[in-house]
């Protein structure tokens, strides 16, 4: 085991994924990429070891894993552009399960997906690269969760849901089962969403409607 990963982005979501990484033990170091100048400041034992700009020399050294770190409600697109970024120089990017989900041998995880503690995520489920599957929700079976989008804290999304990319679903809403959000909405914290929901909306209530597009 002499893997080495950097973690992009050294705030709150860095310190949950890098709970779950310290407890699975996959990795023989790991280095976090701030701005510069938080290079030398320590994050849970953690060192930051460089910024943006020194991902190829990172890479040479022997950092070949790379995942994002930097957290996103309902705007991934710095998300977007490290991950690009991470592919450009050559990066493996690893997908991240916490120890105490539970996540169905029938599903696909892509890369860059992380998956919170306590989590559920069952058979059928399709979790495309980049998205968050935070603390505590559940991702019913036959459910797709589009690229980069985040599923909040104790979101619970019922059978056959469809996810759009770059979507936020806030934490503790209820999504009924085979409904659609579309790409870049962004769910309100403890809404019930009963219908679908069109791309680019903020939508939130009980029952959940659309209040604006962006
Ligand atoms: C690990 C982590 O921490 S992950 C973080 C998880 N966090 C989330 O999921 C947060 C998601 N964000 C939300 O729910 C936000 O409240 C949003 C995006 C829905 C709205 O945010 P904003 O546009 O800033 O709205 P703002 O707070 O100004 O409220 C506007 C109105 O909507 C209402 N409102 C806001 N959110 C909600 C909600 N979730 N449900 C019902 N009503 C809401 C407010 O009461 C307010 O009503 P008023 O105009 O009658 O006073």
Do not use: W
């Not at 070891?49 to 991902?55: K, N, V, Y």
């Not at 992380?114 to 929700?137: D, E, R, T, W, Y």
């Amino acid at each position: 085991m002499n893997r080495k990963i950097l973690l992009i982005g050294g705030g709150g979501h860095c310190k949950s994924v890098l709970d779950s990484l310290l407890e699975l033990n996959e990795f023989a170091e790991i280095g976090i990429v701030d701005k510069k100048e938080y290079i030398g400041s320590i994050v849970m034992g953690i060192p930051v070891i460089g910024c943006d700009e020194d991902l190829l020399t990172l890479f040479n050294s022997g950092y070949k894993y790379a995942f994002v770190t930097v957290g996103s409600i309902g705007n991934p697109f710095l998300r977007i552009k490290l991950f690009n970024l991470l592919i450009e120089v050559g990066y493996e990017i690893p997908f991240i399960i916490d120890s105490s989900a539970k996540v169905s041998n029938d599903t696909q995880i892509e890369q860059g997906v992380f998956i919170g503690k306590q989590s559920i995520v069952n058979a059928g489920a399709l979790i495309q690269k980049g998205a968050i599957i935070n603390s505590g929700s559940i991702i019913e079976h036959d459910c797709q969760i589009g690229a980069f989008s985040h599923i909040a804290p104790g979101a619970v999304l019922g059978g056959g849901v469809f996810i759009g990319e770059n979507a936020h679903i806030g934490s503790n809403a209820t999504v009924k089962q085979q409904v659609h959000i579309g790409s870049n909405s962004v769910i309100g914290m403890g809404s019930v969403v009963l219908k679908d929901i069109q791309d680019s909306m903020l939508a939130y209530g009980n029952p959940c409607k659309e209040v604006r597009k962006f």
